[in-house]
């Protein structure tokens, strides 16, 4: 009698594209993939199916997807679509009538249906098998940890709730159950994401959930005391500096600078001027917003500001601009990021009648945005040479490595260039002294 051979495992490749909150929308697909024992191929060709996890927040995401569709339907002609452009299905269908089913971001039953009449499981024991914290994209010593789901603002040039619809928190014990895993399994920096994170738990009404032998408050304050207790580094990103948030960095700088809670936040201000952020539909007094960012500094002196900005959004004149420009350069920000503004289809900014800047102008704009900025970080890096700061290694290369300070988020802000006498490993958390500054970049020597 001789003994069967398994049946080979369904191979799948995956495309994932946007942001870091897509990005975790992809490792819950595929760690479902994973556990029914599909098998991750990085080529088209050869795979069973196809999943494209779409961007559409501008229109250049969405030039990029359906060219990521296109290319999986000329390499394989299985593609499943999902993610934000899912949301409209017939601009996928006017261009690729092929495909063969798109579903909306966070829809995970939807695409794991498509798999299984795509590519039915070959199930086998010995290949159903996840790690418990999951399947990660990210390197494995850093993880971005997702509390909530879409967004109760109305702003004029995002079509985010309308794709990811209004806000949804997950409860606090589920929230730190991940992480608490996470950790485990060696990851030593959680990023916390999600549309609005400052507005944590509203919808919840902070209701408490058990965790541990306690229980915690679905709420801002509370849920980053408790990531912080867990270990790892923790970096709040997507904060919207709403007055609770002063609560937060009290904690920072009750953690000192050593404490796992980084004196680290990401704010999306966008602009300065108030009649710009009026037409946006955002907080539009950016007097308060300077007060308030003093304030936090005083509170926390060694507190990390980035943020992003949007040029030349309609009816910005010359007079707003110069606003922006005097604001960033009294307000100082560490980081800071700048978009040319893109009009989305559906974005409610496209019918204000503004007055549209030229994409010329947007393109002069931008470039004096940057200068002024890239003057200011410059400065800001100066003056941390000579100094000691931790930094987590990204990668290693001979004596020499990669790695970030506690005032770096990666891929979107700046590094640290590492020399040592011993071999660095990555996921290695060491103090470096600060030799060389340049206008994004540090360069230092492991102690």
């Known amino acids: 009698m001789t003994e069967s051979s398994p049946t080979p495992a369904r191979k799948i490749s995956f495309v994932s594209l946007g942001c870091p909150k897509a990005l975790v929308d992809s490792e819950r697909i595929i760690t479902r993939l994973r556990a029914e024992g599909y098998e991750l191929t990085r080529t ?104 909530s789901e879409g ?23 589920d929230v730190l159950r991940e992480a608490e895993k996470l950790v485990k399994a060696g990851v030593k920096e959680l990023l916390v994401i999600s549309q609005d994170t400052s507005a944590y738990g509203i919808d919840l009404r902070y209701a ?17 005391r408790e990531l912080a207790d867990l270990g790892a580094w923790v970096r709040l990103h997507y904060v919207y500096p709403y007055p609770h948030v002063d609560e937060v960095v009290e904690l920072m700088a009750e953690s000192g600078a050593r404490g796992n809670l980084l004196p680290y936040l990401d704010i999306p201000f966008q602009h300065a001027s108030p009649s710009v952020l009026k037409a946006m539909k955002r907080p539009g007094n950016q007097e308060k917003t300077l007060e308030r960012v003093k304030a936090w500094r005083q509170i926390c002196p060694d507190l990390t500001l980035r943020s992003t900005f949007i040029v030349g959004f309609p009816g910005e004149t010359e007079d707003d601009f110069e606003m922006l420009l005097d604001w960033i350069g009294e307000a100082r920000l560490d980081r800071v990021g700048a978009f040319k503004y893109e009009p989305v289809k559906g974005a409610a900014a496209n019918d204000l009648g503004l007055q549209i800047v030229p994409d010329e102008v ?76 340049s206008a994004y970049d540090l360069h230092g020597t492991a102690v």
């Open 44 to 147: 088209h060709a050869g795979a069973d199916a196809v999943v494209v996890n779409t961007c559409g927040f501008l229109d250049s995401a969405k030039a990029e997807s359906l060219a990521a569709i296109g290319a999986a339907l000329n390499e394989n002609g299985k593609v499943i679509v999902t993610g934000c452009m899912g949301a409209e299905p017939e601009q996928i269908t006017q261009a690729y009538p092929g495909v063969l089913a798109i579903s909306g971001p966070q829809a995970y039953e939807s695409v794991m249906e498509a798999v299984h009449q795509a590519a039915p499981p070959a199930h086998d024991p010995f290949l159903d098998l996840v790690p418990e914290q999951g399947v990660k994209l990210t390197p494995r010593h850093y993880a971005y940890l997702k509390i």
């Open 208 to 224: 408490e959930s058990p965790f541990m032998d306690r229980s915690v408050r679905a709420k801002f304050l509370d849920l980053t």
């Open 151 to 173: 967004c109760n603002n109305t702003c004029s040039f995002c079509i985010i709730p309308s794709l990811r619809g209004k806000l949804v928190s997950r409860p606090a014990g």
């Open 362 to 437: 947007k393109e002069r704009r931008y470039k004096r945005f940057m200068e002024k900025q890239q003057a200011i970080s410059a400065q800001i890096l100066k003056n941390k040479v000579g100094k000691r700061l931790q930094v987590i290694i990204d990668s290693v290369e001979g004596l020499t490595a990669k790695g970030r300070s506690r005032s770096d988020a990666p891929e979107i802000d700046g590094n640290v260039f590492v020399s040592s006498r011993r071999p660095l490993r990555v996921g290695d958390i060491v103090t470096v002294k600060i030799d060389q500054a």
